[in-house]
């Protein structure tokens, strides 16, 4: 295929679910025990990833929870508020809402980079549209393909979440490429999909399955 048969000049990424892997609740709890030397055993894990859980379902953690990562502040009050909810102590509440900004605790597929980099190679632009409520260019920093990626747009920085189209204007607003020759690549098919709101063809991606959804516009 040349330059000029592809029906695509730029794809956007989500981060998380599409780029990492996000942990379990359990993967993250027995970390943040760990480094806080707090004694644990897998069954204890699993009941505090439960309490959480449960927690998370309250009325003022969900309504909370629609504002989450428009900022620091606003994700470090819905995690403490969860935390409370969940019974769960001060220090121990601190160091689990520390650990969603931790990059470090988010695993990076193995495909990655090279796809980043052969995307940048084929003159293909590249955005992230993210609902995260950090930076996120120090993490494409330290896998060495941040110059790879033409442009941001994260929900802190935006002052939106998806499906709102405020991320995806945000995210054209960053590279040259229009609307009808973007494609919206993600894990989840309600925010991600959002992007069709302006034109812009997304495919949803699982374990299990692909799901390609055109714009109403039809590329247009």
Not at 23 to 38: H, S
Not at 151 to 175: C, Q
Not at 176 to 196: E, F, I, K, Q, Y
Not at 206 to 215: C, H, M, N
Request: glycine content about 6%; aromatic content about 6%.
């Amino acid at each position: 295929m040349t330059v000029t048969d592809r029906q695509f000049d730029a794809v956007l990424f989500d981060w998380c679910g599409t780029l990492v892997e996000y942990p379990t609740r359990e993967q993250r709890f027995a970390r943040v025990l760990e480094r806080l030397g707090r004694p644990h055993d897998p069954q204890s894990v699993v009941e505090l990833a439960r309490a959480f859980a449960t927690a998370e379902q309250h009325p003022d953690a969900i309504e909370s929870d629609r504002h989450c990562d428009l900022s620091a502040s606003n994700h470090e009050e819905t995690k403490l508020l969860v935390c409370k909810l969940a019974g769960i102590d001060d220090e121990l509440a601190a160091a689990i809402e520390q650990s969603y900004g931790d990059l470090t605790t988010y695993r990076t597929y193995p495909e990655v980079v090279d796809v980043i980099m052969t995307l940048h190679r084929h003159d293909i632009e590249i955005a992230i549209v993210s609902d995260f409520h950090l930076d996120l260019r120090p993490y494409f920093a330290s896998l060495g393909i941040l110059d790879c990626i033409s442009g941001f747009a994260i929900s802190y920085e935006v002052g939106a979440v998806k499906p709102d189209r405020r991320m995806f204007d945000a995210a054209l607003n960053t590279i040259t490429s229009p609307a009808h020759r973007c494609l919206m690549v993600g894990d989840n098919p309600g925010p991600d999909t959002g992007a069709a709101a302006v034109g812009i063809m997304s495919v949803a991606m699982s374990k299990s399955s692909l799901v390609a959804r055109k714009s109403p516009r039809g590329g247009e």
